[in-house]
């Protein structure tokens, strides 16, 4: 069983700093893809960042490129989303997930992930 759980999510001042992490289990994730995701309410879930566990490639989208990193730690089998200058519009439930992808810009879909975490909430203040 599949298994990917939150944490490190809560409220930061903008221009803050905050990191969230992700905790796999239940698979070997050689040839797949971890990735972040936010869902802001009345909005769409939406791509935000992922990385391939062989390798480490990242991709990001355009809205957080420069200030986001993600990171992988494969012997906690965890992964990081380090967040910097926070936007009151990066306000959202940020979730995990993870699929097997080859072409890591095609991880971007969220038709791409199976299985997905519960989710932690990031409240960026004005």
């Known amino acids: 069983q599949v298994q990917l759980v939150e944490s490190g999510g809560g409220l930061v001042q903008t221009g803050g700093s905050l990191r969230i992490s992700c905790e796999a289990s239940?698979?070997?994730?050689?040839?797949?893809?971890l990735g972040w995701f936010r869902q802001a309410p009345g909005k769409d879930r939406e791509f935000t960042a992922a990385?391939?566990?062989?390798?480490?490639?990242?991709s990001y989208a355009d809205s957080v490129k420069g200030r986001f990193t993600i990171s992988l730690d494969k012997a906690k089998a965890t992964v990081y989303l380090q967040m910097s200058s926070l936007k009151p519009e990066d306000t959202a439930v940020y979730y995990c997930?993870?699929?097997?992808?080859?072409?890591?810009?095609?991880?971007?879909?969220?038709?791409?992930?199976?299985?997905w975490g519960q989710g932690t909430q990031v409240t960026v203040s004005s």
């Open positions: 997930a993870t699929g097997y992808g080859i072409i890591l810009s095609s991880m971007q879909s969220i038709n791409q992930y199976d299985y």
């Open positions: 239940g698979r070997t994730f050689g040839g797949y893809t």
């Open positions: 990385i391939r566990w062989n390798g480490g490639s990242t």
